[in-house]
């Protein structure tokens, strides 16, 4: 035993020493040599942009969702404000959306001149919950956007069933949940438009990008001339035909997404179901680990969904423990445990409150769940011991803070 003061089970932000040496990230990308090679081969090629890797990359993606037509954007966002744009959201209108997101699902409203409405989640999955949807609908209202919160999809059956009754569209922020599936179906042919992202810490990656999926041919029609400043052709199609007239029918703008990584794309996706079976295992490693850790409730399944596990969200049970979330995060931190926070409500960022008041209190689940989550790493490379030193610091942290 020891004699010390500093026992080797101190945390390391009582001068103990961490779990781990050096700082586990809560996401990362993982790059192959086929991936470079790919990359590489488009460089030499006549095309850097909106050629034949574009419309090879859209057609893969489309087959692997399920859906009729798959947009390519330069990033989750542009994807999103491409949607709103064909959504039809302009000022006046309202759309109902989950203030449990990252801010660009409620601003790609606001880009459009549209006022985002926020509506309560549900307590288990922290996804929009239908009847604070059905209770916030007005005149106004023109769509509803889901987000498909860590990888766990959204209560589509019904929130399809309101949006039918109301002639509304639904826009199912996906980005958290390629390769997810709800009641036997793939997220991205179910909603009348999906948006998926593929930064670094998603899925697949392209670097920056993104995508829309719909089995509507009009809406595909209308995000292709979005992404292209409202242009009805582009520029391969145009050298095919041998024409130099084109038509601006909308006003766009340039989103597109160069062929150099749509080439990555297209090497990454094949890597998908790889990916998405790893993340599964880690969610089901850290479940079985936490069943007995006072003070962590790990997150929920609902029956009929298989989730992506973008994020290991795990909240607190703060009446089980001494410290606060902020404490235990540090302490996480300090553990070399790289935690972060999902997310911060939307309606507490400076913007919204100074533009449509302080809404705080308003929202009672998402806000109390706010005090509680934090995010592990997650990622489809993290190694067997990676995540049993999440387990080891987590357990250790808790421990020392159970009450
Ligand atoms: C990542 C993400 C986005 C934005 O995607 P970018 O590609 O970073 O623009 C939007 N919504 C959610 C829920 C996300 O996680």
Redesign the pocket.
């Known amino acids: 035993m020891s004699a010390t003061s500093v026992t080797p089970k101190a945390l390391a932000i009582h001068g103990g020493s961490p779990v781990r040496e050096t700082l586990l990230p809560y996401g990362r990308q993982s790059l192959e040599e086929t991936d470079i090679r790919a990359v590489v081969d488009v460089l030499r090629s006549d095309w850097l942009t909106t050629g034949p890797k574009v419309a090879e990359f859209e057609e893969s993606f489309a087959v692997r969702v399920g859906a009729g037509h798959a947009v390519s954007f330069s990033?989750?966002?542009?994807?999103?404000h491409g949607a709103a744009f064909a959504a039809g959201l302009k000022p006046g209108d309202e759309a109902i959306a989950t203030p449990m997101?990252?801010a660009?699902?409620a601003n790609c409203v606001l880009y459009q001149g549209a006022t985002p409405v926020f509506g309560d989640v549900c307590r288990d999955t922290l996804n929009l919950d239908p009847e604070q949807v059905e209770a916030r609908i007005t005149s106004r209202t023109r769509a509803i956007l889901a987000?498909?919160?860590a990888g766990h999809p959204a209560e589509l059956a019904p929130i399809q069933e309101i949006a039918k009754q109301k002639g509304l569209l639904v826009i199912e922020?996906?980005?958290?949940a390629l390769g997810a599936e709800y009641r036997g179906r793939r997220v991205g042919c179910i909603a009348d438009m999906t948006?998926f992202?593929?930064?670094p810490?998603?899925h697949i990656t392209t670097g920056?990008?993104?995508m829309v999926t719909t089995n509507d041919p009009r809406l595909a029609e209308t995000l292709r001339r979005f992404r292209n400043h409202g242009i009805s052709s582009d520029a391969r199609q145009r050298q095919k035909a041998g024409q130099w007239h084109y038509e601006m029918v909308l006003l766009g703008f340039n989103y597109r997404l160069p062929d150099i990584v749509c080439a990555l794309g297209c090497e990454q996706l094949k890597r998908l179901d790889a990916n998405l079976a790893r993340r599964r295992e880690i969610a089901g490693c850290y479940t079985a680990a936490f069943r007995e850790v006072p003070g962590v409730i790990a997150p929920s399944v609902r029956a009929d969904v298989n989730p992506a596990w973008?994020l290991y969200p795990i909240r607190l049970n703060l009446e089980k423990l001494t410290a606060d979330r902020a404490q235990i995060f540090r302490a996480l931190r300090a553990e070399n445990i790289g935690v972060n926070v999902?997310?911060i409500p939307v309606h507490y960022h400076p913007y919204y409150r100074d533009r449509f008041g302080d809404k705080r209190g308003e929202f009672p689940i998402a806000e109390d769940a706010y005090e509680r989550l934090i995010s592990l790493p997650m990622f489809h490379a993290m190694t067997d011991a990676d995540v049993q030193d999440v387990v080891c610091a987590v357990r250790k942290v808790m421990n020392h803070f159970a009450s």
């Open positions: 990033s989750g966002t542009a994807a999103l997101t990252f660009a699902t987000v498909d919160y922020d996906a980005c958290h948006v992202s593929f930064h810490v998603k920056e990008g993104g973008h999902h997310y």
